[in-house]
């Protein structure tokens, strides 16, 4: 009967440790990722180092409410971002619209076509680069 039990727990823990995860390892993650995002969950990293991947390994960035909603919002929240390709410099050539990449000194990029890479973020209201 014990050598049930421990073959049971035995069991157990491999398949444990071989089921899915969002640990580091994804191609195109980004120094200083959150591995603990989670879609609509609130975040406060919404300046710099924006990134983080879900559960699931979906990658995430944590996005700041505009400032004329009501009630004013005080924490940013997790949202699904474009796939990420790691950190890109400014104005390098990039893969096409729709993708998401890392200044070295963590701001957030996005894909701007013949511009390339450019420093910023993008709402419903459009384009966004960082204040300087």
């Known amino acids: 009967m014990i050598r049930e039990v421990l073959g049971a727990i035995a069991i157990t823990g491999a398949t444990i440790s071989v089921a899915p995860s969002a640990a580091a390892g994804y191609e195109g993650d980004v120094p200083n990722m959150n591995y603990q ?32 909603q009501f009630p004013a919002a005080t924490i940013g929240y997790w949202v699904i971002s474009y796939p990420l390709y790691g950190v890109q410099q400014n104005g390098a050539k990039c893969p096409g619209p729709q993708s998401a990449a ?22 419903g209201a459009g384009f966004f680069p960082p204040g300087g």
């Open 37 to 68: 995002a989670s879609f609509g969950a609130p975040c406060d990293n919404y300046e710099r180092f924006i990134f983080g991947r879900g559960p699931s390994g979906q990658a995430e960035a944590c996005h700041f409410p505009p400032p004329n």
């Open 102 to 123: 890392q200044t070295p000194d963590g701001l957030p990029m996005l894909c701007l076509g013949a511009q390339g890479w450019q420093p910023g973020w993008f709402t």
